[in-house]
Every structure is written in C-alpha cells, then in structure tokens.
C-alpha cells in the first residue's frame, strides 16, 4: 500500500508540471506572439494604391509595439511606426509622401500601411515586423504589380514592299499582354506583335501587326487584355470600313511626294533648257552685232581709199 501510495503522489506531481507548462507566461502575455500576412500576393495597379495589412496571432493588443515595414534591409524602411507615431527620418526615399498608417485594429494586433501611386519598382516583396522590447516576430508579404495599358490605337498603313497592314499600339502594359485579333465573323487573324520596355516606367509597349488581304478591313478588330487583371478591361477597337478605301489614300499619300519630286526636276529642266536657250540667243545676237559693226569699219576704210583716186581721175589736186 505504501508502494502505491509513492506511485499517486509522483503521478499527481507530473500532472502538476504538465498543467503548469501549458498555463500561459507570467505577465501581459506579449512574449510569445506570430506576425501573419496574406498568404497570396497582394495585386497592385499602376497608379492607383495598395495595402500591406499584418496581424498578430493570438489577437493581442499592438498598440505599444513598434512595427515595421522593410524590403530587403531594416533601416530604412517603407514605413515605420513607433509609439503611435510615424518616423518619416528612417523611411527610404522613393516611398517618402507616398505611404500612410491605416490602423485596422491595433487593440487586436492588426495593423496595414497603404502605398499611393504605385510603380513598378513597388513590384516584389515586402517584410513586416512587429517588436516589443526584445521580442519581436515577422512574416513576409509580396506586393505584385500590373499595368492596364492604354485603349488601342488602329490604323490602315501602307509600306513598299509588304503592302497594306493593319496596326493596333498601345502603351502601359505588364506583365506581357495578350493580343488578339479578330475579323468581321470572329475568327482570329495570325498577327505579328512585338513588345518595347519603358526606360523610365519600365511598363510595356505593344504594336501589333496583320496583313489586309485585298484592303478588306471592315469589322477587323485588335483586343488586348492583361491576364493579372480579368474582367476589368479588354481594350477593343474597330478599323472602319470607309478605311478600306484609306489603303488608296495612303497609296497617294505616299506617290505624291515623288510626283512632285519628279515635276520639279522637269521644270528644273525646263528652265536650265530655257536659260541655255536664252544664253545661245544672246550670243548668237552679239556675234551678228560684232560682225555688222565690222562690215561697217570695213565699209569706211574703202570709201575713205577711194576718194582720193576719184579726185585724181577727175583732175581735181588734191588737198594739202
């Protein structure tokens, strides 16, 4: 009986320390705490805002925590907030005037920090950090950014050797849109797309290209789509039909520069013809004026030889 009263005391002192372990830590309870995001990345369009959120597990209160958000080093940081104040001073350039607290529920541990006019250097991953005293814990959020280009431009061109071309451009797009052309019964058209990358906004460009076979344009539509972003715009535009006639404009569009080069080298030959014309009549003119003159000296010089034989022959001396 002894035995087994030793056996009941050890069990009910091991249940005592199994309970103890499990109570939670003396004091406010904040030692021991998670920081938690969204588990998807957060989507962000070119331009308009986004927002960080975290929050703490178990549900305790922040408010006298100072939380961060940081890309790949603490300091500085997207945005610090500290004692239920912003420091602007540890906040990395390109996000100063562009970041603001937004208070979800400090009492609960949920707090976000929203991005305004987002580019695309925002694209990527984000850091958040929740500290008091010298406890503290983080998690990882990841910001992804989409642009929604411009609404398509079309327009019928004309080049010398390919002929006449359909081309649709549009600007502000990324990731890669997707382009689609159709004609007027919905079936696709084989296009040729080609992308260029922003140096200054580092969104893309787009021109897409398809051949008209015989000018036929009517209801020839390009489309263009971003598939980040379903549902909230296709941009669509429809070539006219009355631009099937703008292949021949074009056509003229293009030769009358060379006609007019070509009626300027006529009349540029026409003048240099009559200018030589002119110059052949001048000479022509001065050789005959050159030769009457000449003619004339010739004639006064024989009459001058012939007065003094006449007044001889007559028997009239001659003057002295």
Known sequence: MAKDGGWSSLSASGLLVLLFLKLPPVGNGKADFQVLGPQDPVLAVVGEEAELRCWLSPRISAHSMELRWFREELSPAVHVRRAGRDEPEEQMREYRNRTSFVDRDMAGGQAAVRIHRITMSDNGSYHCLFTEDRAHASTTLWLQVAGLGSRPRIQAIHTQDRGVWAECASEGWYPEPWVEWRDHRGQTVRAETNFSVSPTTG?????????????????????????????????????????????????????LPLALLAMGLVMAGVICLFGKCQRNA???????????????????????????????????????
């Open 203 to 255: 969104l893309l460009a787009v021109v897409s290209r398809v051949a008209l076979q015989g000018g036929a344009v009517e209801a020839l539509s390009c489309s263009i789509s971003n598939s980040l972003l379903p549902g909230r715009k296709v941009a669509e535009s429809h070539l006219p039909a009355h631009l099937s006639r703008g292949s021949q404009f074009t056509k003229w569009r293009l030769a």
């Open 282 to 320: 001048h000479r022509t003119q001065l050789r005959q004026e050159t030769e009457r003159r000449g003619q004339e000296q010739s004639q006064q010089s024989s009459m001058a030889v012939a007065a003094p034989l006449h007044a001889e022959v007559c028997g009239v001396p001659p003057r002295t």
